[in-house]
């Protein structure tokens, strides 16, 4: 009887385990952005935010705009890694700024997980690499 308590209570507290671990959802190409209602063009530089439900981003600077917009809005930020196409909390990714629509000037960013990763590509788009914070503080500038 014993053994059948620790087995129950085993399965419980992984259960209880499994559902509060937050997992990201694949986002698929031509899905809408959350916050913009734009098309979602290039699946590597989107994020996500599960808060409840899946919030989908076409990119990292979209999602840090309404993140900054959305104060009491609480969930855990999922950013793509643009090298191999895997997300990665946002809070742990390197973040390389570039021009993404060269007619508009648009900005936003690209998530890397590992930092020489964001270095090679901040070098090579004549930029820097920041992380979440420096995100979040340009969107609410």
């Known amino acids: 009887m014993k053994r059948i308590s620790a087995v129950c209570a085993a399965v419980v507290a992984f259960g209880a385990l499994s559902c509060s ?3 990201p959802v694949k986002v698929n190409l031509g ?15 989107a994020g996500e935010r599960i808060a ?6 076409r990119a990292p600077g979209c999602m840090a705009k309404y993140v900054v917009n959305n104060p009491g809005d609480q969930g855990t930020t999922f950013v793509t ?22 007619p508009t ?24 690499t920041v992380r979440w914070n420096t995100v979040l503080d340009r969107a609410r500038s």
Not at 31 to 45: K, M, N, V, W
Not at 105 to 128: F, H, I, N, P, V
Request: with cysteine.
């Open 21 to 23: 671990t937050m997992q």
């Open 81 to 102: 890694d643009f090298r191999t196409g895997t997300m990665l909390d946002a809070n742990a990714a390197y973040y390389v700024p570039f021009v993404i629509d060269a």
């Open 105 to 128: 000037g648009e900005r936003d960013y690209r998530a890397y997980a590992r930092k020489t990763d964001a270095d090679a590509a901040a070098l090579e788009l004549k930029s820097e």
């Open 52 to 57: 409840g439900f899946v919030e989908k981003f």
């Open 31 to 45: 899905e809408q952005c959350f916050r913009c209602q734009r098309t979602i063009g290039d699946t590597r530089l």
